[in-house]
């Protein structure tokens, strides 16, 4: 019943920028955490970004003053406005929520009960 939805992604050249959206619904929104996940050719998936239902935010070391999260608890959706791309920010980026996660597994993705099925982002050199 839980169910997010991925948009934003697409095609960009590098130094560009792209806003993804994640749309929640089935959940009260407002007491979850939030995050943003990723997963490029051959690799694993990654933390790029959390926030909690406080709204503390929290980022992958190689994101940080290029990528912002956000909330909107209105619209139950956050965001993630994501700048000066690289051709290495190319991934499926998947959102993902959940309820009760403890501080110290905010970067896990097995600490996650939900997902969105992704949205794809293509950096070109």
């Known amino acids: 019943q839980v169910q997010l939805v991925e948009s934003g992604g697409g095609l960009v050249q590098a130094g560009g920028s792209l806003r ?16 943003w996940f990723r997963q490029g050719p051959g690799k694993d998936r990654e933390f790029v970004a959390a926030v909690r239902y406080s709204g503390h935010t929290y980022y992958l070391d190689s994101v940080k003053g290029r990528f912002t999260i956000s909330r909107d608890n209105a619209k139950s ?11 290495e920010d190319t991934a499926v980026y998947y959102c ?30």
């Not at 993804?20 to 995050?35: D, H, I, P, Q, V």
């Not at 959706?77 to 051709?87: A, D, E, K, V």
């Not at 905010?106 to 099925?117: E, L, N, P, S, V």
Request: proline share 2%.
């Open 96 to 125: 993902a929520a959940d309820q009760r996660i403890i501080l110290s597994s905010i970067r896990q993705a097995g600490a996650y009960d939900h997902w969105g099925q992704g949205t794809q982002v293509t950096v070109s050199s």
């Open 77 to 87: 959706t956050i965001y993630l406005q994501m700048n000066s791309l690289m051709p």
């Open 20 to 35: 993804l959206s994640c749309a929640a619904s089935g959940l009260t929104f407002s007491r979850y955490s939030m995050a």
